[in-house]
């Protein structure tokens, strides 16, 4: 099986270089042929992308760019549609993930962005979004618009299925021409997206474009880096440090650097009745995406004096991922995920030998494990892939010390409490740099116009432009009526 990644309006296929990535699951093995272009391809790529954004995507009103990505998303939320059928086929072989996680993680993450979830985005980020198609008045006086660049490139990475869409949509928003490179771990989503946006509105066929450069590839990586405006980024710290020495000093660069998330689990949320309930929810949180993701809890730290105690809650634990595995099996392991996952276990089996206070529970397959440990710990990476510790702690704020010293490395805490304990626990973490706080079941789904890492989705890749209200009063000097 034979699939084509990338979209490249305007440039002959022929005339393009393909490179096969390969990929397969169960004995079916599928061949993904990525473009690699050339400089002058790229340079002729991008004039095109950004030429049509100026003469197109910035005169349409923000209220039809709102309604375009609305009905491309209706077609990849219908299962009978040929574009959802091909995603639902192809991404659990590109990714390994179970079918049925693949299904469900699509539709839950697609209604992030329908129309009513896409007028969130612009609501969140501008008080009047008119102001990306016209100047507004503003409440210190005068006019300003909000200007997207001209070219926009996402530098994506990761192995989540649609993970693009995200950062892809705001840039429409903002009225962006937008280039994305795609990861060799799932070349395939955005590029899905960018046709089938074409084909439900043509006028924006050549505003996208999706392409692909080997990781360390030095001369394409300049060639885009010198062409585009703004540059929004994903991945490690490392290669985020490295890129951002690239990209030219007036160029805006965006990055967004791996995260660590975790949970707090009340007392009040362990009373026999709830306890299911809640130990169900983070059990979802840690099989979602096999904890590829940032907003994957890593440690929960579970508070005393409940009617189940932490070491309960455990264990609790333990049972709903054994029936997530049931429900969502994990994927098969690469060697380097395995090697981590069986480190990770052994020490933990070690600690286990010393400290009677210490606890492994694990499924004999592998497929997930739960440590314990009944004294406060530092929050610490898990082994991923279903791994996740346990942590007692006398009262949640005791949990803010493990916490606090990475802060700049937080993101997401899911938070079983009640109201006031809720309130008043978030302003803690807000305070010590965590800045999403959800429910337990929702770390994967952040809703729309979620503040990634706390930044703005859209503003922040706008430039704003004003009229004084002095040239207003100086225009009027000027004007046919004046007296």
Not at 39 to 53: G, Y
Not at 97 to 105: K, P
Not at 208 to 230: I, M, N, P, S, Y
Not at 434 to 440: E, H, I, L, Q, S
Request: net charge neutral.
């Amino acid at each position: 099986m034979r699939e084509v990644a990338g979209y490249l309006p305007g440039l002959d296929p022929d005339s393009v270089a393909w490179r096969t990535l390969a990929f397969g699951r169960g004995g079916t093995d599928l061949e993904v042929a990525v473009p690699e272009l050339t400089p002058a391809q790229v340079a002729a790529l991008a004039e095109r992308v950004r030429a049509h954004a100026r003469s197109v995507l910035k005169t349409m009103p923000v209220a039809e760019v709102v309604t375009a990505v609305d009905a491309a998303v209706a077609r990849l939320l219908d299962r009978d549609d040929p574009w959802r059928r091909r995603a639902e086929r192809l991404l659990p072989l590109v990714t390994g993930y179970d079918a049925e996680m693949v299904r469900h993680g699509l539709t839950s993450y697609l209604k992030t962005f329908r129309k009513p979830e896409l007028l969130r985005f612009l609501a969140e980020d501008f008080a009047n979004p008119g102001v990306l198609d016209d100047f507004q008045p503003v409440p210190k006086g005068g006019f300003a618009r909000a200007f997207g660049p001209d070219l926009l490139l996402h530098v994506w990475a990761g192995n989540v299925p649609g993970l693009p869409l995200w950062s892809l949509v705001c840039g429409l928003l903002v009225k962006a021409g937008g280039v994305g490179k795609v990861p060799s771990a799932e070349p395939l989503f955005a590029g899905w997206f960018a046709r089938l946006l074409a084909e439900v509105e043509p006028r924006l066929a050549g505003c996208l474009a999706v392409v692909w450069w080997k990781g360390g590839d030095a001369e394409r990586e300049a060639e885009w880096l010198r062409r585009a405006d703004t540059v929004l980024a994903y991945g490690s710290t490392a290669s985020l440090e490295a890129l951002r020495a690239r990209v030219p000093v007036t160029t805006r660069f965006l990055p967004y650097g791996h995260k660590i998330s975790f949970a707090l689990v009340s007392h009040a949320a362990l009373d026999p009745h709830t306890v299911r309930a809640t130990a169900r929810g983070v059990a979802h949180d840690v099989a979602r995406w096999d904890q590829q993701g940032c907003y994957s809890p890593h440690v929960v730290y579970v508070e005393r004096g409940g009617g189940v105690d932490p070491r309960g809650f455990a264990r609790h634990l333990a049972h709903e991922l054994a029936c997530q595995a049931i429900r969502f099996p994990r994927r098969a392991l690469d060697p380097g995920d395995a090697g981590g996952v069986a480190a990770w276990r052994h020490a933990e089996e070690m600690q286990g030998v010393a400290d009677p206070a210490r606890e492994l529970l694990a499924d004999p397959a592998g497929a997930w494990a739960v440590a314990y440990a009944d004294r406060p710990q530092p929050l610490a990476p898990c082994g991923l892939n279903r791994t996740v510790t346990v942590v007692a702690v006398d009262r949640l704020d005791d949990a803010l010390p493990c916490v606090a010293p990475f802060r700049p490395l937080l993101q997401t805490a899911a938070v079983a409490a009640p109201p006031r304990e809720l309130f008043r626990i978030a302003g803690l973490l807000g305070a010590a740099g965590v800045t999403r706080v959800c429910a337990p079941g929702a770390m994967a789904a952040p809703e729309a116009g979620w503040h990634h890492d706390g930044r703005f989705n859209l503003s922040d890749l706008v430039a704003m432009a004003e009229i004084d209200r002095g040239a207003e009063l100086a225009a009027d000097a000027l004007a046919p009526y004046r007296d």
